[in-house]
């Protein structure tokens, strides 16, 4: 009878490790794809600011110039302590770079300097 007790508390301790690991792996995967529909929506935003530019066009729409403002809030980017109506096409696009490049080495496993 004890060892029939000893295999089911090895059972409910693998059970629970199994658990945890499998909720760790949800929340990567959660994360990660976080971070890809990140990187897409910078993406059409710098599609839409690279047309913008080879229009040789001066002034953003007030839609775009927010939603790239916002965005630059959100991840902490100078850029984002700025009024929409302030920013310009070339600036943004520097930024929405920079933003993606940070997403994209998180996304590739490489941790900012910051996070150890």
Do not use: C, F, K
């Amino acid at each position: 009878m004890a060892r029939e007790v000893g295999s089911g508390r090895m059972i409910e301790q693998t059970s629970v490790q199994i658990s945890a690991l499998r909720e760790s792996w949800h929340v990567e995967r959660e994360l990660r794809y976080a971070r890809r529909n990140r990187i897409r929506y910078i993406d059409r935003m710098l599609d839409e600011l690279e047309m913008l530019n080879m229009a040789e066009e001066t002034q953003m729409p007030p839609d775009l110039a927010l939603r790239v403002q916002r965005l630059a809030a959100e991840m902490e980017h100078p850029l984002g302590n700025r009024a929409p109506e302030d920013l310009r096409i070339q600036e943004s696009m520097d930024t929405l770079y920079d933003l993606q490049d940070g997403l994209m080495l998180t996304l590739e496993g490489v941790q900012d300097e910051d996070e150890g």
